[in-house]
């Protein structure tokens, strides 16, 4: 049976994962493509991944209500960006998770360990792994602790950039903006998308990301910037 990397076990100790066992967190961290470096049997991280996502998501939206007295639109609009894989991968590189992730050769060389689309991942894998070891309460307890300084900040206060730009077509009486990928590089898990946004008779933006949420967001700001 495979063992935590002695390193490994260290960090997730000092960061407050608080691990008993080895095979969870070893499942936490492995990513799909480690599979063909690796042992055969090694489990990637997806179904802990599946798990995490909803024991932050409540975590945060009770922590949101609890908060104060908003309206349920803007709850919302903090809950999706609190969670959403930018949020997770900015703390997971805060918190050095890069360097742990088990990835293939290939995907590794391919700037894996810096992907947004893995790291945000495998932070909601351990959050899931340490609902299995430790329950709700140490996994929303230890969330509360990593998440700290994005709930107290502004994270998801501002109107998102497709919401602005939406009203601000609709206040111009201009058309609906149109989105559309115009370039998709890279491999599956480092892809790179560049998206367009077009609003007829004013003219268009790009942006690129690791994502074609986070592109379209950045193209929706930069046509602000640019238009608005």
Request: some cysteine; overall charge negative; proline content about 4%.
């Amino acid at each position: 049976m495979t063992a935590l990397a002695p390193e490994t076990r260290a960090w997730l100790d000092q960061r407050g994962f608080a691990p008993v066992s080895d095979a969870p967190w070893l499942e936490a961290l492995t990513h799909g493509s480690f599979n063909g470096s690796g042992p055969a049997d090694a489990a990637d991280y997806q179904r802990l991944e599946f798990l995490g996502d909803r024991v932050l998501g409540l975590s945060v939206a009770a922590w949101l209500f609890r908060a104060g007295d908003a309206p349920e639109g803007k709850l919302s609009q903090r809950l999706n960006a609190l969670v959403s894989g930018a949020t997770c991968a900015r703390i997971a590189r805060a918190i050095g998770l890069p360097q742990h992730i088990r990835l293939g050769k290939q995907a590794r060389d391919d700037g894996g360990a810096d992907s947004d689309k893995i790291l945000g991942d495998v932070m909601e894998a351990l959050i899931g792994a340490c609902f299995i070891e430790n329950g709700f309460d140490a996994a929303q307890g230890l969330i509360y602790r990593l998440w700290e300084g994005e709930l107290e900040g502004d994270v998801g206060k501002a109107k998102h950039p497709k919401s602005a730009l939406q009203e601000w077509a609709a206040g111009n009486r201009r058309a609906t903006p149109l989105y559309e990928v115009t370039d998709r590089s890279g491999p599956d898990h480092a892809a790179r998308f560049t998206v367009r946004v077009t609003i007829r008779n004013v003219g268009h933006a790009e942006a690129t990301a690791s994502s074609k949420g986070e592109a379209e967001k950045l193209a929706a700001k930069a046509f602000l910037e640019q238009f608005g």
